[in-house]
Structure formats: C-alpha cells, structure tokens
C-alpha cells in the first residue's frame, strides 16, 4: 500500500511540475528579443509571435512575389524593430501558423496591428482573405 501512495504522490509532482502549452485564448506578455520581419517577432523566453489580422511585406527573395515587396518588407521591418525592440508587450493568443503564435498585440495601451496599418508598413488581413500584394506599391 505504502509503494501504490509513494507512486501516486511521485506521479503528481511530476505532473504538477510539467509545464502547460499556452493555448488560444490565453492571455501573455513578455519582452521581445528579436523582430523578424514587419508582423512577427520572438520574445527573451522563445515564443514566436505573429501578429493578428495584419500582413507586412516579405524580407526574403524567395518569398516575395517581386523585388520591390523585398524593399518594402526591410522598410516594415525597420519600423516594427524602432517600435519593439526590447520593449514589453500583452497580448492575447488567437491561434497558430508556421510554429508560431498568433495573436493581437499591445504595445504601451495601444493595439501594434492597428499601429503598423497606421504608419503604413502593414495592411489588414482579414482571416479567410486572400494576403495582400505588395508588388507595384511605391518603393
């Protein structure tokens, strides 16, 4: 009887202790380490984020549609580095793409999505659109 408790008691430490994968929905916050591209970032623990209902322009040959969107994603992503890095951000998980966390993102109150939209280094993208094309835009 004593070994069946002592196996027991050993079972829950070890599944109290084992770590729950963030699921959409949840809530999170963190400091960003490093910006990818215009509309993803990783922050100091790992996690990748992706930003929710927004697209930035390619940084990388072969997945842009043409050179210019190549021009224009360095341009997004030199805005989204001034704006985040190193700072603190919440944000609220949506789902996941690619290995990544998507989520709305908060940056000093106000919604990064929106921001990027703003500042003109990102569009919307409405989930179930077709992505926005960055070719022809002014470089």
């Known amino acids: 009887m ?16 084992a770590p729950i994968a963030a699921q959409p929905g949840d809530d999170g ?6 910006v990818t591209d215009g509309d993803t970032f990783r922050l100091v623990g ?3 984020i992706r930003i929710a209902g927004i697209d930035a322009p390619e940084t990388h040959r072969d997945q842009a ?8 994603g360095l341009r997004a992503k030199g805005r989204a ?5 190193g700072r603190d951000v919440t944000f609220h998980r ?11 993102v908060i940056l000093d109150g106000h919604d990064l999505g929106t921001e ?4 003109g280094v990102a569009a919307r993208w409405p989930r179930g659109r077709p992505k926005p094309v960055w070719c ?3 470089s």
């Open 116 to 119: 990027l939209v703003r500042i």
């Open 46 to 48: 790992g996690e990748r």
């Open 65 to 72: 549609r043409c050179a210019g969107e190549v021009t224009l």
């Open 94 to 104: 949506v789902g996941r793409s690619y290995n990544r966390t998507v989520a709305t």
């Open 2 to 17: 004593r070994r069946v408790f002592l196996s027991i008691l050993s079972l829950a430490a070890t599944t109290a202790a």
């Open 29 to 34: 916050s963190g400091r960003v380490a490093w």
């Open 81 to 85: 580095t001034a704006l985040l890095a």
């Open 136 to 138: 022809g835009h002014a």
